[in-house]
Protein backbone atom coordinates (compact mmCIF):
# COMPACT_ATOMS: atom_id res chain seq x y z
CA UNK A 1 0.00 0.00 0.00
CA UNK A 2 1.19 3.32 -0.76
CA UNK A 3 2.47 6.17 1.80
CA UNK A 4 0.68 9.03 2.61
CA UNK A 5 2.54 11.18 0.86
CA UNK A 6 2.62 9.05 -2.18
CA UNK A 7 1.09 10.32 -5.39
CA UNK A 8 -2.33 10.57 -5.54
CA UNK A 9 -3.94 8.41 -8.15
CA UNK A 10 -1.39 5.09 -6.74
CA UNK A 11 -4.29 4.82 -4.20
CA UNK A 12 -6.62 6.66 -5.77
CA UNK A 13 -10.24 6.12 -6.78
CA UNK A 14 -11.49 6.01 -10.52
CA UNK A 15 -15.25 7.16 -10.52
CA UNK A 16 -16.85 5.22 -13.37
CA UNK A 17 -20.38 6.53 -13.53
CA UNK A 18 -22.41 5.58 -16.68
CA UNK A 19 -26.33 4.84 -15.92
CA UNK A 20 -26.78 6.10 -19.42
CA UNK A 21 -25.13 3.17 -21.30
CA UNK A 22 -26.99 0.66 -19.36
CA UNK A 23 -27.57 -1.07 -22.24
CA UNK A 24 -24.72 -1.53 -23.44
CA UNK A 25 -23.12 -2.85 -20.15
CA UNK A 26 -25.94 -5.37 -19.26
CA UNK A 27 -24.29 -7.74 -22.46
CA UNK A 28 -21.16 -7.40 -21.08
CA UNK A 29 -21.94 -8.59 -17.59
CA UNK A 30 -24.36 -11.22 -18.86
CA UNK A 31 -21.00 -12.73 -21.02
CA UNK A 32 -18.87 -12.60 -17.63
CA UNK A 33 -19.39 -16.44 -16.08
CA UNK A 34 -17.15 -15.37 -13.61
CA UNK A 35 -19.27 -12.41 -12.29
CA UNK A 36 -22.76 -14.49 -12.16
CA UNK A 37 -20.76 -17.70 -10.56
CA UNK A 38 -19.34 -15.07 -7.62
CA UNK A 39 -23.11 -13.05 -7.80
CA UNK A 40 -25.24 -16.27 -7.48
CA UNK A 41 -23.03 -17.61 -4.54
CA UNK A 42 -22.59 -15.02 -2.48
CA UNK A 43 -26.42 -13.36 -2.63
CA UNK A 44 -27.71 -16.97 -1.91
CA UNK A 45 -25.75 -16.60 1.20
CA UNK A 46 -26.61 -13.48 2.59
CA UNK A 47 -30.24 -14.33 1.44
CA UNK A 48 -30.59 -17.71 3.45
CA UNK A 49 -29.00 -15.86 6.61
CA UNK A 50 -31.77 -13.10 5.98
CA UNK A 51 -34.91 -15.46 5.95
CA UNK A 52 -33.45 -17.31 9.17
CA UNK A 53 -32.78 -14.40 11.03
CA UNK A 54 -36.29 -12.73 10.34
CA UNK A 55 -37.96 -16.40 10.95
CA UNK A 56 -36.19 -15.78 14.47
CA UNK A 57 -39.02 -12.60 14.98
CA UNK A 58 -42.39 -13.32 16.57
CA UNK A 59 -43.49 -9.36 15.64
CA UNK A 60 -41.99 -9.59 11.80
CA UNK A 61 -44.89 -7.65 10.34
CA UNK A 62 -45.05 -5.43 13.35
CA UNK A 63 -41.69 -4.19 13.63
CA UNK A 64 -41.78 -3.55 9.64
CA UNK A 65 -44.83 -1.42 10.13
CA UNK A 66 -42.67 0.46 12.90
CA UNK A 67 -40.25 1.22 11.18
CA UNK A 68 -42.15 2.20 8.14
CA UNK A 69 -44.26 4.41 10.07
CA UNK A 70 -40.73 6.20 11.74
CA UNK A 71 -39.36 7.21 8.38
CA UNK A 72 -42.56 8.10 6.71
CA UNK A 73 -43.27 10.51 9.82
CA UNK A 74 -39.77 11.43 9.79
CA UNK A 75 -39.91 12.31 5.90
CA UNK A 76 -43.21 13.98 6.77
CA UNK A 77 -41.72 16.60 9.09
CA UNK A 78 -38.04 16.68 7.38
CA UNK A 79 -37.51 20.64 7.56
CA UNK A 80 -38.44 20.46 11.00
CA UNK A 81 -36.67 17.44 12.13
CA UNK A 82 -33.58 18.79 10.25
CA UNK A 83 -33.75 21.82 12.54
CA UNK A 84 -33.67 20.40 15.81
CA UNK A 85 -30.93 18.02 14.50
CA UNK A 86 -29.10 21.04 13.48
CA UNK A 87 -30.23 22.61 17.04
CA UNK A 88 -28.69 19.94 19.25
CA UNK A 89 -25.46 18.96 17.39
CA UNK A 90 -24.24 22.74 17.52
CA UNK A 91 -25.40 22.62 20.95
CA UNK A 92 -23.04 19.35 21.43
CA UNK A 93 -20.06 20.77 19.48
CA UNK A 94 -20.80 19.30 16.22
CA UNK A 95 -20.41 22.00 13.58
CA UNK A 96 -23.15 21.38 10.95
CA UNK A 97 -23.05 22.48 7.28
CA UNK A 98 -25.93 22.12 4.29
CA UNK A 99 -24.72 20.81 0.71
CA UNK A 100 -27.16 21.57 -1.96
CA UNK A 101 -25.32 19.08 -4.23
CA UNK A 102 -22.29 16.71 -4.87
CA UNK A 103 -20.26 19.20 -5.59
CA UNK A 104 -21.41 21.94 -2.99
CA UNK A 105 -20.55 18.96 0.15
CA UNK A 106 -16.86 17.96 -1.56
CA UNK A 107 -16.37 21.07 -1.01
CA UNK A 108 -17.14 21.49 2.14
CA UNK A 109 -15.28 18.32 3.48
CA UNK A 110 -12.14 19.14 1.74
CA UNK A 111 -12.57 22.74 2.96
CA UNK A 112 -12.17 21.31 6.01
CA UNK A 113 -9.55 18.60 4.96
CA UNK A 114 -6.91 21.87 3.85
CA UNK A 115 -7.94 23.84 6.90
CA UNK A 116 -6.48 20.33 9.04
CA UNK A 117 -3.46 20.35 6.78
CA UNK A 118 -4.54 16.57 5.78
CA UNK A 119 -2.54 14.38 3.79
CA UNK A 120 -4.00 11.11 4.67
CA UNK A 121 -7.96 10.55 5.09
CA UNK A 122 -9.43 7.02 6.53
CA UNK A 123 -12.47 6.77 4.76
CA UNK A 124 -15.43 4.59 7.00
CA UNK A 125 -17.83 2.89 3.40
CA UNK A 126 -19.86 5.33 2.72
CA UNK A 127 -22.50 5.58 -0.31
CA UNK A 128 -23.12 9.20 -0.27
CA UNK A 129 -18.86 9.68 -0.11
CA UNK A 130 -19.45 7.85 -3.32
CA UNK A 131 -21.98 10.02 -4.66
CA UNK A 132 -20.67 13.38 -4.15
CA UNK A 133 -17.73 11.77 -6.20
CA UNK A 134 -15.29 12.38 -2.59
CA UNK A 135 -12.48 10.40 -3.16
CA UNK A 136 -11.47 12.23 -6.62
CA UNK A 137 -11.95 15.97 -4.93
CA UNK A 138 -9.79 14.72 -2.27
CA UNK A 139 -6.83 13.03 -4.83
CA UNK A 140 -7.05 16.21 -6.84
CA UNK A 141 -6.10 18.24 -4.08
CA UNK A 142 -3.51 16.25 -3.27
CA UNK A 143 -4.80 14.32 0.31
CA UNK A 144 -4.96 10.44 0.00
CA UNK A 145 -8.07 9.06 1.13
CA UNK A 146 -7.82 5.10 2.07
CA UNK A 147 -10.88 2.76 2.30
CA UNK A 148 -11.14 1.48 5.55
CA UNK A 149 -14.24 -1.24 5.19
CA UNK A 150 -12.18 -4.46 3.54
CA UNK A 151 -14.83 -4.69 0.62
CA UNK A 152 -14.35 -1.21 -0.24
CA UNK A 153 -10.32 -1.03 0.15
CA UNK A 154 -10.31 -4.21 -2.16
CA UNK A 155 -12.16 -1.94 -5.01
CA UNK A 156 -10.40 1.16 -4.04
CA UNK A 157 -6.76 -1.07 -5.24
CA UNK A 158 -8.58 -2.31 -8.35
CA UNK A 159 -9.43 1.09 -9.44
CA UNK A 160 -13.77 -0.05 -9.58
CA UNK A 161 -16.15 1.11 -8.24
CA UNK A 162 -18.26 -0.81 -5.23
CA UNK A 163 -20.52 -3.28 -6.74
CA UNK A 164 -23.11 -3.71 -4.08
CA UNK A 165 -24.48 -1.18 -1.28
CA UNK A 166 -23.21 -3.29 1.87
CA UNK A 167 -21.05 -5.92 0.27
CA UNK A 168 -18.67 -3.66 -2.52
CA UNK A 169 -16.31 -6.38 -3.94
CA UNK A 170 -19.03 -9.18 -3.90
CA UNK A 171 -18.37 -9.65 -7.68
CA UNK A 172 -14.74 -10.77 -6.76
CA UNK A 173 -13.42 -14.45 -6.30
CA UNK A 174 -10.93 -15.11 -3.33
CA UNK A 175 -8.31 -15.86 -6.17
CA UNK A 176 -8.64 -12.56 -7.69
CA UNK A 177 -8.25 -10.56 -4.23
CA UNK A 178 -5.30 -12.74 -3.35
CA UNK A 179 -3.69 -11.72 -6.76
CA UNK A 180 -4.91 -7.92 -6.56
CA UNK A 181 -3.05 -7.81 -3.20
CA UNK A 182 -0.12 -9.63 -4.22
CA UNK A 183 0.15 -7.32 -7.12
CA UNK A 184 -0.21 -4.14 -5.43
CA UNK A 185 1.71 -5.00 -2.12
CA UNK A 186 4.44 -7.02 -4.02
CA UNK A 187 4.85 -10.29 -2.49
CA UNK A 188 2.70 -13.23 -2.25
CA UNK A 189 -0.31 -13.64 -0.76
CA UNK A 190 -2.07 -16.12 1.70
CA UNK A 191 -4.86 -18.47 -0.03
CA UNK A 192 -7.53 -18.33 2.64
CA UNK A 193 -9.57 -15.74 3.52
CA UNK A 194 -8.68 -15.41 7.07
CA UNK A 195 -5.13 -14.92 5.88
CA UNK A 196 -6.20 -12.26 3.75
CA UNK A 197 -8.26 -10.77 5.65
CA UNK A 198 -5.27 -10.48 8.49
CA UNK A 199 -3.08 -8.70 5.71
CA UNK A 200 -5.44 -5.98 5.08
CA UNK A 201 -5.81 -5.58 8.42
CA UNK A 202 -2.23 -5.19 9.30
CA UNK A 203 -1.78 -2.80 6.20
CA UNK A 204 -4.93 -0.46 7.20
CA UNK A 205 -4.03 -0.22 11.49
CA UNK A 206 -1.07 2.10 10.82
CA UNK A 207 -3.49 4.23 9.04
CA UNK A 208 -5.83 4.92 11.70
CA UNK A 209 -3.19 6.48 13.47
CA UNK A 210 -1.26 8.70 10.66
CA UNK A 211 -4.29 9.68 9.24
CA UNK A 212 -5.53 13.56 10.44
CA UNK A 213 -9.13 13.17 8.86
CA UNK A 214 -11.72 10.37 9.67
CA UNK A 215 -14.72 10.62 7.14
CA UNK A 216 -17.55 8.43 7.17
CA UNK A 217 -21.42 8.77 6.50
CA UNK A 218 -24.27 8.32 8.89
CA UNK A 219 -26.58 5.40 8.92
CA UNK A 220 -29.39 7.51 11.02
CA UNK A 221 -29.21 10.77 12.20
CA UNK A 222 -31.26 11.35 15.62
CA UNK A 223 -32.75 14.63 15.98
CA UNK A 224 -33.60 14.61 19.60
CA UNK A 225 -30.43 14.05 20.72
CA UNK A 226 -28.21 15.40 17.56
CA UNK A 227 -26.26 12.66 17.36
CA UNK A 228 -25.93 9.80 14.10
CA UNK A 229 -25.74 6.16 14.68
CA UNK A 230 -23.32 3.85 12.60
CA UNK A 231 -23.64 0.28 12.15
CA UNK A 232 -20.77 -1.90 11.12
CA UNK A 233 -19.11 -5.54 12.03
CA UNK A 234 -15.60 -4.90 11.15
CA UNK A 235 -14.41 -1.96 14.08
CA UNK A 236 -12.92 0.39 11.07
CA UNK A 237 -15.55 2.71 11.27
CA UNK A 238 -14.96 2.72 15.24
CA UNK A 239 -11.46 3.61 14.77
CA UNK A 240 -12.47 6.12 12.09
CA UNK A 241 -14.41 7.95 14.05
CA UNK A 242 -11.64 7.46 17.23
CA UNK A 243 -7.98 8.39 16.25
CA UNK A 244 -8.06 10.82 14.09
CA UNK A 245 -8.21 14.55 15.56
CA UNK A 246 -10.54 15.57 13.28
CA UNK A 247 -13.99 14.01 11.96
CA UNK A 248 -16.40 14.84 9.00
CA UNK A 249 -19.38 12.73 8.47
CA UNK A 250 -21.48 13.55 5.13
CA UNK A 251 -25.06 12.00 5.15
CA UNK A 252 -28.20 12.32 3.42
CA UNK A 253 -31.05 14.69 4.84
CA UNK A 254 -33.08 11.33 4.66
CA UNK A 255 -31.48 9.98 7.41
CA UNK A 256 -33.24 12.10 10.27
CA UNK A 257 -35.47 10.23 12.73
CA UNK A 258 -37.06 12.52 15.40
CA UNK A 259 -36.22 10.19 18.46
CA UNK A 260 -33.62 8.34 20.32
CA UNK A 261 -36.09 5.54 20.70
CA UNK A 262 -36.78 5.53 16.69
CA UNK A 263 -33.29 3.64 17.07
CA UNK A 264 -34.40 0.58 18.31
CA UNK A 265 -36.31 -1.24 15.56
CA UNK A 266 -34.45 0.36 13.06
CA UNK A 267 -31.31 -1.29 14.30
CA UNK A 268 -33.64 -4.32 14.64
CA UNK A 269 -34.40 -4.64 11.33
CA UNK A 270 -31.38 -3.47 9.85
CA UNK A 271 -29.20 -5.74 10.52
CA UNK A 272 -31.53 -8.67 10.21
CA UNK A 273 -32.10 -7.32 6.10
CA UNK A 274 -28.76 -6.73 5.81
CA UNK A 275 -26.56 -9.45 6.95
CA UNK A 276 -28.71 -11.83 8.70
CA UNK A 277 -27.40 -10.41 11.94
CA UNK A 278 -29.97 -10.18 14.75
CA UNK A 279 -27.01 -7.40 15.68
CA UNK A 280 -23.88 -5.56 14.25
CA UNK A 281 -21.06 -6.45 15.67
CA UNK A 282 -20.30 -2.59 16.45
CA UNK A 283 -23.15 0.37 16.78
CA UNK A 284 -20.89 3.84 17.29
CA UNK A 285 -23.57 6.78 18.68
CA UNK A 286 -21.44 10.04 18.39
CA UNK A 287 -22.87 12.96 19.80
CA UNK A 288 -20.17 15.42 20.65
CA UNK A 289 -16.03 15.74 20.39
CA UNK A 290 -14.36 15.04 23.16
CA UNK A 291 -14.33 17.29 25.99
CA UNK A 292 -10.98 16.90 28.10
CA UNK A 293 -7.75 15.19 26.99
CA UNK A 294 -8.37 11.53 28.74
CA UNK A 295 -12.10 11.09 26.53
CA UNK A 296 -11.12 9.28 23.32
CA UNK A 297 -12.96 10.66 20.09
CA UNK A 298 -11.88 13.40 17.67
CA UNK A 299 -11.14 17.10 19.04
CA UNK A 300 -13.72 18.45 15.92
CA UNK A 301 -16.45 16.90 14.29
CA UNK A 302 -18.37 18.20 10.85
CA UNK A 303 -21.51 16.39 10.22
CA UNK A 304 -22.43 18.00 6.24
CA UNK A 305 -26.50 17.10 5.12
CA UNK A 306 -26.67 16.72 2.18
CA UNK A 307 -29.52 17.19 -0.32
CA UNK A 308 -28.58 16.75 -3.85
CA UNK A 309 -32.46 16.57 -5.20
CA UNK A 310 -33.57 14.72 -2.04
CA UNK A 311 -35.97 17.33 -1.35
CA UNK A 312 -37.34 17.37 -4.65
CA UNK A 313 -38.40 13.36 -3.77
CA UNK A 314 -40.44 14.97 -1.29
CA UNK A 315 -43.18 16.96 -3.73
CA UNK A 316 -45.15 13.69 -4.56
CA UNK A 317 -45.99 11.24 -1.88
CA UNK A 318 -44.97 8.43 -4.50
CA UNK A 319 -41.48 9.36 -5.36
CA UNK A 320 -41.05 10.19 -1.32
CA UNK A 321 -41.22 6.82 -0.45
CA UNK A 322 -37.75 6.14 -2.23
CA UNK A 323 -36.81 8.00 0.41
CA UNK A 324 -37.77 6.17 3.48
CA UNK A 325 -34.64 3.41 2.18
CA UNK A 326 -32.57 3.01 4.89
CA UNK A 327 -30.07 1.02 2.67
CA UNK A 328 -29.92 -2.54 4.05
CA UNK A 329 -29.54 -3.79 -0.11
CA UNK A 330 -31.71 -6.73 1.03
CA UNK A 331 -33.76 -5.57 -2.60
CA UNK A 332 -30.82 -6.16 -4.17
CA UNK A 333 -29.82 -9.53 -3.09
CA UNK A 334 -33.28 -10.95 -4.12
CA UNK A 335 -33.88 -9.08 -7.66
CA UNK A 336 -33.37 -11.17 -10.59
CA UNK A 337 -31.41 -9.04 -12.31
CA UNK A 338 -29.51 -8.22 -10.33
CA UNK A 339 -27.99 -11.24 -9.44
CA UNK A 340 -27.54 -11.71 -12.88
CA UNK A 341 -25.69 -8.57 -14.21
CA UNK A 342 -24.18 -7.08 -10.77
CA UNK A 343 -23.89 -3.76 -9.52
CA UNK A 344 -21.18 -2.24 -12.17
CA UNK A 345 -23.94 -2.97 -15.13
CA UNK A 346 -26.23 -0.43 -13.38
CA UNK A 347 -23.34 2.23 -14.07
CA UNK A 348 -24.43 4.15 -10.89
CA UNK A 349 -23.78 4.52 -7.62
CA UNK A 350 -26.51 2.98 -6.32
CA UNK A 351 -27.53 -0.33 -7.91
CA UNK A 352 -30.20 -2.97 -8.09
CA UNK A 353 -33.98 -2.29 -7.74
CA UNK A 354 -33.19 1.15 -5.20
CA UNK A 355 -30.67 2.27 -7.79
CA UNK A 356 -33.04 1.66 -10.35
CA UNK A 357 -35.39 4.09 -8.56
CA UNK A 358 -33.19 6.40 -6.83
CA UNK A 359 -30.64 7.39 -9.44
CA UNK A 360 -32.89 8.36 -11.75
CA UNK A 361 -34.47 10.48 -9.45
CA UNK A 362 -31.30 12.10 -7.81
CA UNK A 363 -29.26 12.16 -11.24
CA UNK A 364 -32.09 12.91 -13.58
CA UNK A 365 -33.98 10.81 -16.08
CA UNK A 366 -31.92 12.13 -19.05
CA UNK A 367 -28.88 10.45 -17.36
CA UNK A 368 -30.74 7.12 -16.08
CA UNK A 369 -33.82 6.35 -17.83
CA UNK A 370 -32.68 3.04 -18.98
CA UNK A 371 -32.47 2.04 -15.08
CA UNK A 372 -36.09 1.71 -14.68
CA UNK A 373 -36.39 -0.85 -17.28
CA UNK A 374 -33.92 -3.10 -15.66
CA UNK A 375 -37.21 -4.60 -13.80
CA UNK A 376 -39.06 -8.07 -14.47
CA UNK A 377 -41.56 -6.22 -11.43
CA UNK A 378 -41.68 -9.56 -9.96
CA UNK A 379 -42.21 -7.25 -6.64
CA UNK A 380 -39.47 -9.26 -4.30
CA UNK A 381 -37.81 -6.46 -4.01
CA UNK A 382 -40.92 -5.05 -2.52
CA UNK A 383 -41.47 -8.33 -0.45
CA UNK A 384 -38.17 -8.03 1.81
CA UNK A 385 -38.29 -4.18 1.81
CA UNK A 386 -38.08 -3.19 5.77
CA UNK A 387 -39.64 -0.47 5.12
CA UNK A 388 -41.99 -1.63 2.47
CA UNK A 389 -41.45 0.83 -0.20
CA UNK A 390 -43.31 0.64 -3.39
CA UNK A 391 -40.87 0.01 -5.91
CA UNK A 392 -42.49 -1.73 -8.02
CA UNK A 393 -44.96 1.49 -8.11
CA UNK A 394 -41.95 3.74 -8.71
CA UNK A 395 -40.28 2.04 -11.34
CA UNK A 396 -43.83 2.24 -13.36
CA UNK A 397 -43.96 5.93 -12.80
CA UNK A 398 -40.27 6.16 -14.23
CA UNK A 399 -41.03 4.26 -17.00
CA UNK A 400 -44.10 6.26 -17.86
CA UNK A 401 -41.90 9.52 -17.21
CA UNK A 402 -38.93 8.52 -19.82
CA UNK A 403 -41.53 7.25 -22.19
CA UNK A 404 -43.28 10.95 -22.53
CA UNK A 405 -39.81 12.25 -22.79
CA UNK A 406 -39.06 13.47 -19.65
CA UNK A 407 -35.60 14.87 -19.40
CA UNK A 408 -35.32 16.11 -16.52
CA UNK A 409 -31.65 17.02 -15.34
CA UNK A 410 -31.48 16.54 -11.18
CA UNK A 411 -28.30 18.84 -11.13
CA UNK A 412 -27.42 17.77 -14.11
CA UNK A 413 -26.73 20.22 -16.78
CA UNK A 414 -26.20 18.42 -20.08
CA UNK A 415 -29.70 16.15 -21.59
CA UNK A 416 -29.40 13.13 -23.35
CA UNK A 417 -30.11 12.99 -26.94
CA UNK A 418 -30.07 9.25 -26.85
CA UNK A 419 -33.47 9.28 -24.08
CA UNK A 420 -35.12 11.20 -27.15
CA UNK A 421 -34.08 9.52 -29.71
CA UNK A 422 -35.54 6.35 -27.49
CA UNK A 423 -38.67 7.16 -26.28
CA UNK A 424 -39.48 9.07 -30.14
CA UNK A 425 -38.57 5.64 -31.43
CA UNK A 426 -41.03 3.90 -29.08
CA UNK A 427 -43.67 6.33 -29.53
CA UNK A 428 -43.82 5.36 -33.18
CA UNK A 429 -43.54 1.64 -32.72
CA UNK A 430 -46.97 2.16 -30.47
CA UNK A 431 -48.48 4.35 -32.72
CA UNK A 432 -48.14 1.98 -35.86
CA UNK A 433 -49.28 -0.92 -33.23
CA UNK A 434 -52.67 1.15 -32.53
CA UNK A 435 -53.11 1.40 -35.96
CA UNK A 436 -52.16 -2.10 -37.13
CA UNK A 437 -54.72 -3.53 -34.36
CA UNK A 438 -57.35 -0.60 -35.03
CA UNK A 439 -59.65 -2.23 -37.63
CA UNK A 440 -60.18 -6.35 -38.40
CA UNK A 441 -58.98 -6.21 -41.70
CA UNK A 442 -55.86 -4.96 -40.40
CA UNK A 443 -55.32 -7.17 -37.80
CA UNK A 444 -55.85 -10.07 -40.02
CA UNK A 445 -53.44 -8.89 -42.56
CA UNK A 446 -50.93 -8.32 -39.72
CA UNK A 447 -51.77 -11.26 -38.29
CA UNK A 448 -50.66 -13.35 -41.54
CA UNK A 449 -47.74 -11.48 -42.31
CA UNK A 450 -46.48 -12.14 -38.45
CA UNK A 451 -47.04 -15.94 -39.30
CA UNK A 452 -45.58 -15.70 -42.48
CA UNK A 453 -42.27 -13.83 -40.85
CA UNK A 454 -42.05 -16.21 -37.95
CA UNK A 455 -41.69 -19.45 -40.17
CA UNK A 456 -39.21 -17.80 -42.36
CA UNK A 457 -37.11 -16.65 -38.95
CA UNK A 458 -37.26 -20.04 -37.61
CA UNK A 459 -35.68 -21.19 -40.95
CA UNK A 460 -32.84 -18.30 -41.25
CA UNK A 461 -32.79 -16.49 -37.68
CA UNK A 462 -29.87 -14.30 -38.89
CA UNK A 463 -32.40 -12.49 -40.86
CA UNK A 464 -33.22 -10.38 -37.91
CA UNK A 465 -29.99 -8.33 -38.36
CA UNK A 466 -31.37 -7.04 -41.41
CA UNK A 467 -34.57 -6.07 -39.17
CA UNK A 468 -33.61 -2.61 -37.83
CA UNK A 469 -34.70 -1.84 -34.57
CA UNK A 470 -35.39 -5.67 -33.94
CA UNK A 471 -31.91 -6.33 -35.58
CA UNK A 472 -30.24 -9.10 -32.89
CA UNK A 473 -33.68 -10.03 -31.37
CA UNK A 474 -33.45 -13.75 -32.38
CA UNK A 475 -29.81 -13.94 -30.38
CA UNK A 476 -31.11 -14.73 -26.72
CA UNK A 477 -34.87 -15.82 -27.58
CA UNK A 478 -35.98 -18.89 -29.96
CA UNK A 479 -39.07 -17.89 -32.02
CA UNK A 480 -42.30 -19.80 -31.35
CA UNK A 481 -43.54 -22.36 -34.06
CA UNK A 482 -46.21 -20.42 -36.05
CA UNK A 483 -49.67 -22.09 -35.88
CA UNK A 484 -50.46 -21.91 -39.65
CA UNK A 485 -53.33 -20.01 -39.39
CA UNK A 486 -55.09 -17.96 -37.20
CA UNK A 487 -57.21 -18.51 -34.20
CA UNK A 488 -60.43 -16.84 -35.82
CA UNK A 489 -60.32 -19.02 -39.06
CA UNK A 490 -60.02 -22.38 -36.85
CA UNK A 491 -63.36 -24.58 -36.31
CA UNK A 492 -63.31 -23.20 -32.73
CA UNK A 493 -63.79 -19.72 -33.58
CA UNK A 494 -66.47 -20.89 -35.94
CA UNK A 495 -68.29 -22.48 -33.29
CA UNK A 496 -68.03 -19.62 -30.72
CA UNK A 497 -69.05 -17.08 -33.37
CA UNK A 498 -72.02 -15.45 -32.81
CA UNK A 499 -74.94 -16.72 -35.59
CA UNK A 500 -75.07 -14.86 -38.89
CA UNK A 501 -71.37 -12.82 -37.52
CA UNK A 502 -68.95 -13.89 -40.84
CA UNK A 503 -64.74 -14.10 -40.28
CA UNK A 504 -63.65 -10.95 -38.30
S1 LIG B 1 -35.23 -0.19 -0.97
FE1 LIG B 1 -35.79 -1.35 0.89
S2 LIG B 1 -34.78 -3.33 0.59
FE2 LIG B 1 -33.79 -1.93 -0.87
S3 LIG B 1 -32.01 -1.11 0.20
FE3 LIG B 1 -33.69 0.31 0.59
S4 LIG B 1 -34.61 -0.36 2.52
FE4 LIG B 1 -33.36 -2.06 1.78
Known sequence: MSPPDAKPNETGYIHHLHADQFDDLVPQALANVELRGALAKATNTIRNRRAIALEEIDDLQELRSRAKSIKTEALAHLDDHLETFERQATANGIHVHWAADAESASAIVLDIAIKNKTRLAVKAKSMVSEEIGLNDALIDAG?????????????????????????PAIHKRRREIRDLLARVL?????????????????????????????ISGANFLVAETGSFLLIENEGNIRLTTSLPRVHVAVAGIEKIVPR?????PLVR????????????????????????????GPEEIHLVLLDNGRSKLLEDDLTAETLRCIRCSACLNVCPVYRQIGGHAYGSVYPGPIGAIFTPQIAGMHAASQLPGASSLCGACREVCPVDIDIPGV???????????????????????RTTEKTQSMRRGFRFWRWAMGSSRRFQVFGAVGRLLATVI????????YAGPLAGWTDGRTVPRSPGRSFRSGKMARRLRPEGQGRA
Open 186 to 214: GRPMPDDAAGLTEVARHELRARFAQAELG
Open 395 to 417: LLHLRHRAAEGDQSTGNHPEADP
Open 458 to 465: RQVPSLTK
Open 143 to 167: IVPVETDLGEWIVQLAEEPPSHILA
Open 269 to 296: IITRSATGQAISCYQTLVTKPKTSPEDD
Open 260 to 264: LKDLG
